[in-house]
């Protein structure tokens, strides 16, 4: 068995590719020249590199070259452009369907991790299943669904499409700004903070994503992956303040005002080229009444549950930032 990884030096690639080794699983990974590799740098003698990237139908072909399974973690969650997320997120994956079937003949299986944001926002009341009728609401959210789309019709092997939650633990920047805000003692809760929300620990996601590879039950079907505990907005950031030993100062504010800011954010944006978590597209997500889903298909189908609280992660997360710098 060997094991093609995409996105190995990103957030949560690094953290499947850390469990692939630790499984003793011979990897592959699949990085630009040009790739922040700061997360990954120890792990890089223990891999075999092939350079390319999604975006190059035939680097992923090479790429391919011995490999059994895939996991296709690549991907944009954030972008100056809306064009970006469907040229990476989608064409990007339909390369990799195309160059899975050329090879079809040695490899068995690819791994698609995709977001709970191709599915619909859901409360604990209704939440979402997999089987449910998607509804994105935002064009990142779309642009997965289309990628899903891209393996469901496309792909002439097996294949597993996985949905993870919002994901945070160690080595993420988007959750870190809540963090940041606790420590600045400003935490503001929009729409008084009633969001509800089904979490993921990182490294629960790559255990999850590792156990699919090769477990019967998972092919050729789409699973949710997230932590059975569902959490408010406003719960999730006094957690954070608890662990972190901060008073906050927590004004609700209107989520009408969520537009001006996204609109404010875009334009900081355009001026430094770097894309923000506010902006118009996520705006529809942020002003949702919850996006919880539903993880029974995982426990009772691959018997895997998400076992870290979230007090757990996020003290180890907190852990992490503090002994990395990121965090006084």
């Given at each position: 068995m060997k094991v093609l990884l995409t996105g190995a030096n990103g957030f949560v690639g690094s953290h499947i590719l850390e469990c692939l080794l630790a499984k003793g699983l011979a990897t592959v990974v699949l990085l630009r020249p040009q790739s922040d590799r700061r997360f990954i740098a120890p792990l890089l003698a223990r891999v075999?590199?092939?350079?390319?990237?999604?975006?190059?139908?035939?680097?992923?072909?090479?790429?391919?070259?011995?490999?059994?399974h895939v996991v296709h973690?690549?991907?944009?969650?954030?972008?100056?452009?809306?064009?970006?997320?469907?040229?990476?997120?989608?064409?990007?994956?339909?390369?990799?369907?195309?160059?899975?079937?050329?090879?079809?003949?040695s490899v068995r299986r690819l791994v698609q991790v995709s977001s709970l944001a191709a599915s619909r926002p859901a409360t604990s009341g209704a939440p979402a299943r997999e089987d449910d009728s998607p509804s994105p609401v935002s064009e990142y959210g779309k642009s997965k669904l289309a990628a899903e789309e891209e393996v469901r019709r496309g792909c002439q092997?097996?294949?597993?499409?996985?949905?993870?939650?919002?994901?945070?633990?160690?080595?993420?920047?988007?959750?870190?700004?809540?963090?940041?805000?606790?420590?600045?003692?400003?935490?503001?809760?929009?729409?008084?903070?009633?969001?509800?929300?089904?979490?993921?620990f990182v490294r629960d996601l790559a255990e999850a994503i590792v156990a699919c590879l090769t477990h019967p039950a998972a092919a050729n079907r789409t699973h949710h992956v997230a932590s059975p505990e569902v959490v408010t907005a406003r719960q999730l950031t006094q957690q954070i303040a608890e662990l972190m030993s901060q008073w906050t100062f927590s004004p609700p504010v209107p989520v009408a005002l969520l537009w001006p800011m996204c609109l404010l954010a875009d334009a900081v944006t355009r001026l430094t080229c770097r894309p923000r978590i506010l902006s118009r597209q996520k705006y529809p997500e942020l002003r949702a009444s919850?996006?919880?889903?539903?993880?029974?298909?995982?426990?009772?189908?691959?018997?895997?549950?998400?076992?870290?609280?979230?007090r757990q992660g996020l003290a180890e997360t907190m852990r992490w930032y503090r002994e990395n710098g990121w965090l006084s």
């Open positions: 075999e590199v092939r350079e390319g990237s999604v975006t190059q139908p035939d680097r992923l072909r090479s790429a391919l070259r011995e490999v059994t973690c690549a991907g944009k969650t954030k972008s100056v452009r809306v064009g970006e997320f469907y040229e990476i997120n989608q064409l990007g994956t339909r390369h990799m369907v195309e160059a899975v079937n050329a090879c079809r003949d092997t097996e294949f597993v499409i996985l949905r993870p939650a919002a994901v945070y633990g160690p080595r993420d920047s988007d959750f870190f700004t809540i963090f940041k805000a606790v420590q600045a003692h400003f935490c503001p809760r929009f729409g008084g903070g009633r969001q509800q929300l089904s979490l993921v919850g996006w919880v889903c539903d993880v029974t298909r995982l426990r009772d189908e691959i018997g895997f549950t998400c076992a870290t609280s979230l």
